[in-house]
């Protein structure tokens, strides 16, 4: 899953490291520090060869040793190098306390490749440029000890950034539904042949397993086959389904469900609806009319991980036209990518609750953020 982002992200992290790791090697050698000093005419005092690496020493901790290393600029060169002979005595008042500055333009190519693997796994433009804002913020100027690598850095600051992005409004599916008052009515929606079917009988074997008893609705009375395909479902976890003659009017058959629910104690309703374009407005007003009498307590969007830029759009369109509640993204088995995964929650400002992975009933994945950005970033050695 996402195996294609996975390796761009570890491409970043190698490149974002080696160019960290050259600045601060170059600045770990006293040499090439005096080289540095004496080709920039500065006098900043770097640690001697007898002083321990790593300037731990009073004397490099030393106030006077800060001051010596701030009042380092030539003046007659002042003007020709300011900005890196100012980097540069930063760098060496830092290094006299032990610690290395990583400087903005040390990041910039490996940043710059990085939003192009990002837009190229169709994460949303937006998302990648919230993403290359939270590193930039949380590593340029990042003082580093000497004991620290830059490896760890790098890797901390791509977690917290995809985190911030991908984490947005989670909520336990299951507690919700435990929380909630019985019959609990979950519709779903999405564009036709997404695996929102198949996804709704996924998400009632994950409830029944679970000790919560379901009820399938089949409010897609538009499409031929509907009623067909989704009691083959029912049929096979062995659940009730209510369905009504194909034109019917999908509210009318949620209603029957949770009417039939709390009739026969059942704890939630899982509710199909016909696969529609958010911009068709018949289909559009039979889901406000849905949700106007019925009041589902949940409405889940649907849409397939692999459509990538595409589903985080209808995401998007979706949310504006009928409000969503979280969202299921499926055949993330067959995703390389991983846009989708990254950008639709950010995009709607409402969860990703479940990844569909694969064909089989039990192939539903509760989505967790941190899981997602461990198995992006996490070492795979
Ligand atoms: N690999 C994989 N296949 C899936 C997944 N979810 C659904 N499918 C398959 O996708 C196909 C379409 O799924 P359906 O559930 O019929 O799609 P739908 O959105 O209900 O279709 P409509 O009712 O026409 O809107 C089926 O062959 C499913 O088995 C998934 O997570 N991974």
Do not use: W
Not at 124 to 134: F, P
Not at 188 to 206: D, P
Not at 285 to 303: H, Y
Not at 370 to 381: A, H, I, K, Q
């Amino acid at each position: 899953m996402f195996d294609g982002l996975k390796d761009k992200l570890s491409s970043f992290r190698e490149d974002a490291e080696e160019v960290a790791e050259e600045n601060a090697e170059e600045l770990d050698d006293p040499e090439a520090v005096e080289d540095d000093a004496v080709d920039d005419d500065s006098t900043a005092e770097g640690p001697s060869d007898d002083s321990p690496e790593g300037g731990d020493s009073e004397d490099a901790d030393s106030p006077a040793a800060e001051a010596d290393a701030s009042e380092t600029e030539p003046e007659d060169e002042a003007d020709e190098d300011d900005s890196s002979s100012a980097g540069f005595v930063s760098r060496a008042a830092s290094m006299a306390r032990g610690r290395v500055v990583i400087d903005e333009e040390d990041l910039e190519e490996p940043l710059r490749e990085l939003e192009f693997a990002l837009l190229e796994s169709d994460v949303e433009m937006s998302v990648a440029e919230e993403i290359l804002d939270q590193i930039r913020d949380e590593l340029v100027g990042e003082e580093r000890k000497f004991t620290e690598s830059t490896g760890a850095l790098v890797e901390d600051a791509l977690r917290d950034a995809l985190l911030s992005v991908i984490d947005v409004g989670q909520f336990d599916f299951l507690e919700t539904v435990a929380a909630s008052e019985k019959p609990v009515t979950v519709v779903f929606t999405g564009v036709n042949g997404v695996g929102k079917t198949t996804s709704i009988a996924k998400v009632a074997k994950f409830l029944e397993d679970r000790g919560f008893s379901t009820v399938l609705a089949n409010g897609d009375t538009y499409r031929a086959g509907a009623n067909q395909q989704i009691q083959e479902h029912a049929d096979n976890l062995g659940l009730k389904c209510i369905s009504h003659e194909q034109g019917g009017d999908p509210t009318a058959v949620v209603y029957d469900a949770v009417e039939y629910a709390e009739a026969n104690d059942v704890d939630v309703v899982l509710g199909d609806t016909a696969g529609r374009l958010h911009t068709s407005d018949d289909l559009m007003s039979q889901l406000a009319k849905l949700n106007r009498v019925v009041e589902p307590d949940l409405t889940i969007f649907v849409d397939e991980a692999v459509a990538g830029q595409d589903a985080v759009n209808r995401a998007r369109e979706f949310d504006g036209a009928a409000e969503i509640d979280g969202a299921i993204l499926t055949m993330a088995d067959a995703d390389s990518q991983g846009g989708a995964a990254i950008s639709v929650s950010h995009v709607t400002g409402k969860p990703i609750l479940f990844l569909g992975t694969g064909q089989g009933y039990d192939d539903l994945q509760p989505f967790d953020p941190e899981e997602l950005v461990d198995d992006l970033v996490g070492d795979d050695e």
